[in-house]
């Protein structure tokens, strides 16, 4: 003669509970994602540009920016570049490629000779293609 010792149910209880422990896990490594790019997206060099009132062009993924600060001193990206080695580190930096479109943005205090300079050097290294950066200035109605 068999007996049972156990009267519980055999089936198992149902949990309700949503379990957060992985979304938590997902939201602390987009956090940490975010938080190293962001510093990663900004320029540190301040330089006051002129407004513009042309339509804003399509961005390249990784535009090379030529700096022309006040004191007349050159900056490659964020990186100071003496003017006897521009070529040499625009070449580093776009990989030998003079078809590379170069981002000159000057200071409004930067005289306009001292700025034709610059795109003359850019010219005489073989960067033809030299686009003029501004700020862009809301247009009239």
């Not at 490594?29 to 510093?39: E, G, Q, T």
């Amino acid at each position: 003669m068999s007996a049972k010792l156990n009267h519980a149910s055999d089936d198992l209880d149902q949990n309700h509970e949503i379990n957060v422990t992985p979304f938590i896990d997902v939201i602390l490594v987009l956090l940490i994602i975010f938080m190293v790019a962001a510093p990663l997206a900004t320029v540190d060099i301040a330089v006051d540009l002129p407004a513009s009132t042309s339509q804003p062009q399509p961005r390249p993924d990784k535009p090379l920016y030529l700096t022309v600060k006040t004191d007349l001193s050159l900056a490659l990206g964020d990186n100071m570049v003496a003017r006897e080695t521009l070529g040499f580190t625009l070449d580093q930096a776009a990989s030998g490629n003079k078809e590379t479109r170069i981002f000159l943005r000057a200071d409004k205090a930067v005289p306009y000779g001292e700025l034709m300079e610059v795109m003359n050097l850019l010219r005489g290294t073989g960067y033809l293609k030299i686009a003029l950066v501004g700020l862009e200035k809301p247009s009239a109605p």
